[in-house]
């Protein structure tokens, strides 16, 4: 079974995995709160979609610039 959208992938978007979870974490509860998908999905499930999103593109992440600094690094 494959994971989707790819966790890499989402990693690299958010620049660390803690910066994904807190980014993730904040979309989902503003959609559970009634902010409408930016993303068409078949799963209801807050989580995945804030996921989609921030794969897609959608969602900007707001990385933290020592973690900003790191990305351009390597």
Do not use: C, F, W
């Not at 989707?4 to 990693?11: C, D």
């Not at 998908?37 to 804030?50: F, M």
Request: charged share 25%; aromatic share 4%; proline share 5%.
């Amino acid at each position: 079974m494959m994971i989707y959208p790819p966790i890499a992938e989402l990693v690299k978007k958010a620049g660390s995995r803690y910066t994904l979870v807190i980014e993730a974490a904040r979309r989902a509860r503003q959609i559970s709160q009634g902010s409408a998908p930016l993303v068409q999905t078949d799963s209801h499930k807050e989580v995945t979609i804030a996921a989609n999103e921030i794969y897609e593109g959608k969602v900007n992440v707001v990385v933290p610039s020592q973690i900003q600094k790191s990305i351009e690094n390597d």
